[in-house]
């Protein structure tokens, strides 16, 4: 079923979704992306990014990132170990907001809690509104597509982890290689897997 912009038309714009991805791997940043459409130039096919692809992502935020005014916020893992990672989403919404060309008017976030907002600016809070907006679906897209790339970059000088496939979550590839090569810098120290793991010797 195509997204509706019924969220968006309650509010005045231009409106900015916001939405990021990352809370849960063990390892790599939290990443949220802001996203004001153009509503003449809507990409065909928003939905939850969850429920795309790989490659129809990939060519989803290309799309976004020609049609669209774009941000994207990135935390770092020493960030997140030093605030947690749920301050550490909310800093990531800010930043993106932050790195958008236009000021929004108001602003759509995908969860309960809303992030440091500039000052006049509008905000709904709305569970699964990247399910429901298409500005949100495309901020989920454009932070999805981003933190894999990132991911798969990482990957790249610490293959034993596999992250290129799961990410930076605990899978058990994840897990068998951290008992076997130990933590890197890019494990979030924070969280207890890595932290036990950390404490042992390797």
Known sequence: MALTFEIEDALLGPVAGVDEVGRGPWAGPVVAGAVILDRARVPKGLRDSKKL??????ALSAEIAETAAIGLGWVSVAEID???V???TLLAMSRALEALPVRPAAVIVDGLVLPAL???VVARALPRADDLS????AASILAKVARDAEMARLHE?????DWASNKGYGTRAHADALEIHGV???HRLSFAPIARRAERKP
């Open 184 to 186: 890197t810098p890019h």
């Open 134 to 137: 298409p500005s949100v679906a």
């Open 157 to 161: 000088h610490h293959t034993p982890y």
């Open 118 to 120: 500039p000052e006049g």
């Open 82 to 84: 030093a605030m947690g």
């Open 86 to 88: 749920g301050k550490a």
């Open 53 to 58: 692809s790989a490659k129809r992502r990939e």
